[in-house]
């Protein structure tokens, strides 16, 4: 299952990158206070894990829990739901919260994560932003930088409602953005419209830098529970945080207009929502150490990379480009063959909701589309990338890189 080679070869690479791997532990201990003081603040007790149903209505457990995100997120207010079956969800919530017919929603960071393209319109839906009228422009990075000139001239000649910044890469061959990217973009911005409202998609990007995007003038940004802050043991759920307004403006989308966020039952999920936000710096320090290891490996092994294993990270992902469709798909059918669930499926191409091209996953996940817990995934086309990140522990993750390696 294991190629000697392979094993020799991961360890070696382990014992070069101890210094990489304590910057990761240092940011970890970082996080983890700041998680752990904002339990304490918000005196978190066995009564926050009590439940409702029906609408949900006095859930203090519910709003502890968003009281305790906001702290961790530098947010004015959030809110954390179960309601949201996924980051995509929650953006599509933000986007309709946000945007009236005729206003303009700008992306500065390219086309956004293929899920959203119905959503936008940018693929024809009857449901679509488009379809009610919003409008929708999009400037390209440069060199995975922001293009100032364009987004300037856009701001300058275009009255814009919502600017959009996708920070991780998605299923493109761009770098991700880092806070410190993000602020320089957001102090440019700010100089020619102060108004404008600038909605970060945060998702794989918590816990990998000390700051969040919210402390550097971002005004709302939204993310998973079944990616980073979940830990790995949020079932299912998704996050917007920010500005007081916004968040308000998003309750009411959500559920029912005048409504808003005192509604929503939470049907037993609260001590696993809080459980998996206290393990989530660790979880997220695992799989960036798991992301570290894999680039220098498969780099070892002669395939591009990106990152680098000693470069800036932005999120847990990480891309192998293979140039070869079969070495793509057996490396993901390695990891599937290493996962502790469905080890036995052999995963192929396939047509899925949302996405234009043929996509291989492997995710032999506790929880369905879990891309915290290792899971590795890309669409079938040129140049044949996959897309890695997650791991609940270091040790199932370097396991997991070892048989995938010698599945090559």
Avoid at 18 to 37: A, P, R
Avoid at 205 to 227: H, N, Q, R, W, Y
């Amino acid at each position: 299952m294991i190629d000697d080679k392979i094993r020799n070869l991961v360890n070696t690479c382990e014992e070069e990158l101890q210094t990489e791997f304590k910057k990761i532990d240092k940011l970890c201990e970082i996080n983890s206070l700041k998680v752990l003081n904002a339990f304490r603040d918000n005196n978190i007790s066995e009564t926050h894990f009590n439940s409702t149903t029906g609408y949900g209505y006095n859930d203090i457990g519910r709003d502890a829990i968003e009281k305790v995100f906001s702290n961790v997120l530098d947010s004015e207010d959030a809110l954390v739901r179960s309601q949201f079956i996924s980051g995509s969800h929650a953006l599509t919530v933000a986007l309709f919260a946000f945007l009236r017919p005729n206003d303009v929603l700008l992306s500065i960071t390219g086309k956004p994560y293929d899920t959203l393209d119905e959503v936008i319109g940018i693929v024809d839906n009857p449901s679509s932003l488009k379809s009610f009228g919003i409008k929708y422009r999009q400037i390209d990075l440069i060199n995975n930088d922001f293009d100032y000139e364009k987004i300037g001239k856009v701001l300058e000649e275009e009255k814009i409602k919502v600017i959009e910044i996708q920070r991780s890469k998605g299923y493109s061959t761009r770098k991700s953005i880092t806070i410190e990217s993000v602020a320089s973009v957001i102090e440019f911005i700010r100089k020619i419209d102060k108004d404008v409202i600038i909605m970060i998609d945060n998702c794989y990007c918590e816990f990998v830098e000390e700051k969040t995007p919210l402390t550097v003038g971002a005004d709302v940004i939204v993310g998973s529970l079944i990616k980073n802050l979940g830990g790995g043991i949020a079932p299912n759920g998704a996050y917007i945080a920010g500005r007081k307004d916004l968040v308000e403006l998003a309750a009411n989308r959500l559920t029912v207009p005048g409504e808003g966020r005192e509604v929503g039952p939470t049907l037993g999920i609260n001590k696993n929502l809080l459980q998996g936000l206290f393990f989530a710096p660790s979880v997220v320090a695992s799989s960036l150490k798991i992301a570290v290891l894999t680039s220098k490996v498969m780099e070892s092994l002669g395939y591009d990379v990106e990152p680098k294993y000693n470069e800036k990270r932005a999120d847990i992902v990480q891309n192998i480009i293979f140039h070869d469709k079969d070495k793509l798909i057996k490396y993901c059918q390695g990891i599937q063959s290493a996962s502790p669930i469905d080890s036995h499926a052999l995963p192929l191409p396939w047509d899925m909701p949302g996405y234009t091209d043929q996509v291989i996953m492997a995710a032999g996940t506790f929880t369905q589309g879990s891309s915290i817990e290792l899971s590795c995934d890309g669409p079938v086309r040129e140049p044949y990338i996959a897309y890695q990140q997650g791991s609940l522990t270091y040790e199932y993750g370097k396991i997991a890189l070892m048989v995938a390696a010698s599945n090559l």
